[in-house]
């Protein structure tokens, strides 16, 4: 009998063992969930405040200037840095301070993505609602819209090619261009890299070069950037 139950007792003994084996097993693996939940959390937060502030951004070499579909605009500022005429803090609260008076006027047409300053580099970059909108805050003249609506307000006096797979092509006269209502057109005037939301067909043909299909660079030969000229830039 004492054999039994020494059994039993052991057999007993065995069994809450495993029991506490498993609470602790079972406790250890919702420890270890909870820390990958935690720290998964964390990197989102930590990701999105990256995203935010533009981190992630990548600056490009010349200051760019993007015309989407819906007519917004999107400008990648690329400018020579040098604290002896002002700091980084005062470089951002000059922005911010510059668009926050727009938007008090205008409504919030204007949006402050990223600004940060890189060595001797400052970078900015800012949606604007339109191409008005643009014009308007910077000075700059930009027009876009559809060829039969911006001849209206344009004599296309420019010495113009054509552009085939993103590069020049040969001298097309501008009663040709203008006839093809259906384009669209873009004229700035400004030394910037222009991305359209299309195919450039026709581009002027001074100061210009083409990057791809879509992308044009427009400078001075002398690089003179305060020297500009009105370009034309032709797409469907």
Partial sequence: MSEVKNRKSSTNGDRSKNRQLQRKKVMRNRLIALIIICVAVVALIVLGVCKLTGIFDKMPENSTL???SDGKVVYQEVTSFGEDFYNKNELKSFVKDAIKEYNDKNGNKIKLD???VKGDVAYAKTTYASVKDYSKFTGIELSSGKMKQIKKNYDFDDAFVSVKDGKKGATAKAVDITSQSKLKVLVIKENVTVQVDGTICYVSDADTEMVDESTVTISQPD??????QLTYIIYK
């Avoid at 690089?223 to 500009?228: F, M, S, W, Y």
């Fill in 223 to 228: 690089g003179n950037e305060d020297a500009t």
């Fill in 114 to 116: 990223t600004v940060k």
């Fill in 66 to 68: 993007a015309v989407g």
